[in-house]
């Protein structure tokens, strides 16, 4: 059964910095290209980050554009965001997604699974 789970929001001051991890289970994490989405109420689901499913390229909106990185470790079946200088307007439930192939996407409709999603809030 393929599955992803997110992990690692949280509470965090402006400027401060959180990582979040996506464990892939259930199927070849390397087959698939990823990327990261958030969501914050009233909003709809933006792409944050996508990449490739080698890792050879990135793709990150002007908005998270030299904040956060992605990166995924195929051996481990994982995917991060290490997202830095966070900001109030970051916060938002993040999602990992995937969808079979090389090339990622940054529309939502461009991904086949999704994970459950994790909470960040960045608040003084």
């Known amino acids: 059964q393929l599955q992803l789970v997110e992990s690692g929001g949280g509470l965090v001051q402006p400027g401060g910095s959180l990582r979040l991890s996506c464990a892939a289970s259930g199927f070849p994490l390397a087959d698939y290209a990823t990327g990261w989405f958030r969501q914050a109420p009233g909003t709809e689901r933006e792409a944050v980050s996508c990449i490739t499913s080698s890792g050879e390229t990135t793709i990150y909106p002007d908005s998270v554009k030299g904040r956060f990185t992605i990166s995924r470790d195929n051996a481990k079946s994982t995917l991060y965001l290490q997202m830095n200088s966070l900001k109030v307007e970051d916060t938002a439930v993040y999602y990992c997604?995937?969808?079979?192939?090389?090339?990622?996407?940054?529309?939502?409709?461009?991904?086949?699974?999704w994970g459950q999603g994790t909470q960040v809030t960045v608040s003084s």
């Open positions: 997604a995937v969808v079979r192939g090389y090339y990622c996407s940054d529309y939502a409709w461009g991904y086949e699974y």
